[in-house]
Structures are given as C-alpha cells and as structure tokens.
C-alpha cells in the first residue's frame, strides 16, 4: 500500500469518527423544527443539535406568493453570527427575520415572532408506543415528538419499570379530570410520607411513575424529579389545583 493510499484511508476513517459519533447528552441541543410553519404548533418535531458547533435559529421569511411562514432547527455557530444575512431563503423570497439562540432546550419558540398556541390548547411531549409516531424512550433526550393536545387534556409523562429491562419514559395527553384526581393523590402521598419515613407504606416507593401539569411541554423530564418540582410549587402556593398550571 503506497503511501497516497494509506493518507486517503487514514482521512476517511477520521471522518467517520468524527461526524459518525453519537453526540454526548451533555452537548445536545434539542431545537424546535419548523418547515414553513404558520404557527408554533405546527412544528411537532424537535432537531437534536451539537451545541459544541451548532445553536438554534428561527427564520421569518416571506414567500413569492406573500405568505409568512417559519423555518426553524440547527445552523452552524458561525452562521449564526451572520445575521439575517446568515440565512439563506429561496428565489424570490425575503427573510424578514432571523435569529439564533444556545441558552436551552427549544429556546427557539420563542424566535422572531412566531405565533404561540391559541387559547386553551399546548403542545406536549408525545412518545408513547401505542399511540404515537415516535415510541416510549429509554433515553429522556431521544424524545422529539410534540402534539398539541384537546382542550380537555393536560401534559402526562409516566415512566415504567420492567424487571431485566431499562425503565422507560412515555409522554402524552391525559383527560384533565384525571389528572386532577392523580395529582390531588400525589401532592397527599408525598406530604404524608414526607414526615412519615418509618411508616411501612414510605419505605418501598414504587419505580413506576405518573404525573400530569397544565403548562405547555411541561411533561418532558424524569417523573420523580417533576413531581417534587411540582409538589414544591403547591406547598408554595404557586401551583393552581384546577388547570395543573404554574401559577406565575
């Protein structure tokens, strides 16, 4: 093998090492999705991004038949810096407007005026296997499905424990009436067991979670870890009984 041979090989193998490579959890960026989106709603995908060498942006753009649409998800870091001038539109389009941002999950929603959802309906994080495009995870950050649930539901997240098996994460909608009655159940079990360690009841919780809130996309996370957020909101009065929202 000559030595032009050897270079080529050694190139190729260091780029698939490089652009093969899974990126770690620490360096996901997950960045709402759009393709000429009207509204935020209608972007029900997340993109994960590598926040070493990415951010997420937004673009307003202007059609040749004059509609506003939004096109969202990952873009290079030094793209980014170019401005409006970063982002590329087709012919005969104009891009109005176009920003990036780094500082969290979905930061982006929030970019260059996108609508929000319409009174009384959010979306939610949704992956569940019987009911979703994309399945229940065994891994928080793999779930990139939203859905914008009925009027009459909330958030849900449930994790489920298997024995042999990684516990996995559901997300989705739940009839709010329900979750009413869970969380009413919920907020009770950790306050008894709260001063009550020594009880038999407190000694052994189970690893199957569930839990429900009101605020848009505030199901994603580990079940545990949202139940005593929320459980501390309402000790605090900051958590309203009635729509499972945070009260601001």
Request: with cysteine; hydrophobic share 30%.
């Amino acid at each position: 093998m000559n030595t032009c041979t050897r270079l080529v090989i050694g190139v190729a193998f260091f780029l698939i090492g490089v652009f093969g490579q899974e990126i770690p959890d620490a360096d996901k960026l997950r960045c709402r999705l759009c393709n000429n989106a009207l509204e935020l709603r209608e972007c029900t995908k997340l993109a994960v991004c590598d926040n070493r060498t990415e951010e997420c942006y937004m673009d307003q753009v202007v059609t040749e038949t004059f509609n506003t649409v939004y096109r969202g998800g990952c873009r290079g870091k030094e793209q980014c810096k170019g401005g409006t001038a970063g982002a590329i539109g087709k012919r005969d389009e104009v891009v109005s407007c176009s920003q990036c941002c780094s500082h969290g999950d979905d930061c982006n929603k929030l970019l260059c005026g996108i609508r929000q959802e319409i009174t009384n309906t959010f979306q939610c994080y949704f992956c569940d296997s019987s009911k979703s495009d994309q399945a229940s995870v065994s891994n928080l950050s793999d779930c990139i499905t939203l859905t914008t649930c009925d009027t009459d539901q909330v958030c849900y997240a449930r994790n489920e424990y298997h024995p042999g098996s990684a516990t996995t994460f559901k997300y989705g909608c739940q009839n709010k009436y329900i979750c009413r009655l869970l969380m009413k159940r919920v907020f009770e079990d950790i306050r008894h067991c709260a001063g009550s360690f020594s009880s038999p009841d407190c000694q052994h919780e189970s690893p199957n979670c569930d839990v429900c809130c009101g605020d848009g996309a505030c199901n994603y996370g580990e079940c545990k870890i949202l139940k005593a957020r929320l459980f501390q909101l309402w000790t605090a009065g900051k958590f309203n009984n009635d729509t499972l929202k945070v009260i601001p």
